[in-house]
C-alpha cells in the first residue's frame, strides 16, 4: 500500500472468487455465514460467472472495525468451500 496506512472503522467491497460448483445460492449462503460470524452485514451484492463457466466472483460491500476484525475475515474466507481468491 505504498507505505500507507488504514484508518477504521474502513469501508470496501471484498470480492470471493470460487469455482463454480456448488449453487449460486449455497455460495452466497456460506460467505453470508463468515460474514455474520464476524458481525458484518454484506451490502450491494453482485456476482459473474467467468467466461467459461468455471469460477463466479461475488462482490460485496461491507465495513470492518479493526484491522484484527479484517484480519479473521480474511483468515475465515479462506476456509470457504472451493474458494480460490478473496481480494
Known amino acids: 500500500m505504498n507505505g500507507e496506512t488504514l484508518e477504521f472503522p474502513q469501508n470496501f467491497t471484498i470480492k470471493v472468487i470460487v469455482e ?14 463468515v460474514l455474520l460470524s ?3 452485514i454484506g451490502v450491494g451484492w453482485s456476482s459473474k460467472l467467468s467466461k467459461e463457466g468455471k469460477y463466479l466472483s461475488y462482490s460485496v460491500a461491507v465495513r470492518v472495525e479493526d ?3 479484517m484480519d479473521r475475515l480474511y483468515g475465515k474466507i479462506k476456509d470457504i ?6 481480494i
Request: charged share 35%.
Open 20 to 33: 463454480n460448483m456448488l449453487t449460486d445460492k449455497e455460495n452466497r449462503k456460506n460467505i453470508e455465514a
Open 38 to 40: 464476524e458481525n458484518i
Open 67 to 69: 484491522k484484527s476484525q
Open 81 to 86: 468451500p472451493n474458494i480460490k481468491y478473496a
